[in-house]
């Protein structure tokens, strides 16, 4: 049974409003997301606008990830990188989950190396109701930033992007990133009302966050559930699920691709599907046919290749894509990716190579 936290109802439909988003009937990514068979499997990558590029390096030099993220013109000319060199079929936002926390005040930052590590964990209902709401115009650069990638990206879609609640608490509670998500299972299971409540104020984070960037234009979303494989799935459908069917219903109205993502969740793929994605991400444990089977046979799926065989020979990665590019032919529509994000250190021309393999598939 779950337990959706009063003071944080589902907010009523809202009216959408006018917004940059352009017309791009013949992007094959955006075909895939609505279950179409484009002339090309779509491909993009998790993690692809940085990381592994010299030209992203050099732009970002000195420059904190944050301040990157705030920056409207470093944002847009990063996330445009990966679309120029590679040729993938879609971009994806250059920003982080916790983006939306720094921008409301909470004293969070990402520490090179480390990741996202807050300054003091929030395991109480007075540290919860201590944390400041987001508005608005307090992510208006990232708005200004989907603006000009909007103006600039041509015929390629742009995929916006939040964490959703159950990660971006997992950071909070623990104060950084954790193996074992202790404090928060504990939290979770011992005080659900302060979990809820928690949850609950990270959903409407997370909403107002992907709606300001639908408003400015983007043309699909991705929901970053990344740790949520750390959960049974009976704890994911009573103390999760909730929370992201509020994030994803509540921009169901712009009608645009939701796609749902974590790691290791196998388990809970359904779940993630019920919680409202058009579109479910898989990793690399399990092949997409079967992710497929477990999702009832009729799905629409995302991935899934093993980030660190980007590393390996070109015979055993060329053998790796075909065999992923056959199996997702079992989905109702297959956009390719990776099973997590790009790894510091892969060759670039490896990506651009992939992306030449799949679109000849």
């Given at each position: 049974m779950s337990h959706p936290t009063p003071s944080h109802p589902a907010p009523p439909p809202r009216q959408v409003a006018s917004?940059?988003?352009r017309e791009l009937p013949e992007a094959p990514f955006l075909a895939a997301a609505r279950g179409e068979r484009p002339a090309r499997t779509p491909v993009w990558f998790m993690r692809q606008a940085g990381r592994s590029l010299p030209e992203y390096r050099a732009l970002r030099e000195g420059v904190p990830m944050l301040d990157a993220c705030f920056d409207p013109e470093m944002l847009a000319e990063i996330t445009l990188q990966p679309v120029r060199r590679h040729g993938v079929d879609a971009a994806i936002l250059f920003s982080d989950i916790v983006v939306p926390l720094k921008a409301a005040g909470v004293d969070i930052d990402i520490v090179p190396g480390t990741g996202p590590v807050?300054?003091?964990?929030?395991?109480?209902l007075a540290a919860v109701k201590a944390l400041p709401e987001l508005e608005p115009d307090q992510v208006s650069k990232v708005a200004d930033g989907v603006r000009l990638l909007v103006e600039r990206l041509g015929e390629?879609?742009?995929?916006?992007f939040a964490?959703?609640?159950?990660?971006?608490?997992?950071?909070?509670i623990e104060g950084g990133p954790s193996r074992n998500h202790e404090h928060t299972k504990a939290l979770m299971h011992s005080s659900p009302e302060v979990w809820h409540?928690?949850?609950?104020?990270l959903a409407?984070?997370?909403l107002t966050f992907l709606r300001a960037q639908l408003d400015a234009?983007?043309?699909?979303?991705q929901l970053f559930d990344s740790w949520a494989g750390a959960l049974s799935e009976r704890d994911y459908r009573e103390f999760v699920l909730p929370h992201s069917a509020k994030v994803l219903d509540g921009v169901a109205a712009y009608g645009v691709p939701r796609i749902h993502f974590g790691v290791g969740t196998g388990e809970l793929l359904a779940a993630m599907r019920d919680a409202g994605a058009d579109v479910v991400g898989v990793d690399w444990r399990i092949p997409l046919d079967e992710a497929v089977r477990r999702l009832g046979g009729r799905a629409i799926v995302q991935g899934n290749l093993d980030p660190a065989l980007l590393h390996a020979s070109w015979p055993v990665l060329e053998a790796e894509v075909r065999r992923i590019a056959e199996e997702g032919k079992a989905a109702d529509g297959h956009i390719f990716n990776l099973g997590h994000g790009v790894l510091p250190g892969v060759d670039p021309d490896v990506l651009t190579r992939v992306v030449g393999l799949v679109h000849e598939l």
């Open positions: 917004s940059g988003r807050a300054a003091a964990p929030v395991r109480d390629t879609p742009l995929i916006g964490g959703a609640p159950f990660t971006l608490a997992s950071y909070l409540e928690l949850a609950g104020r409407d984070v997370a234009g983007v043309d699909a979303i």
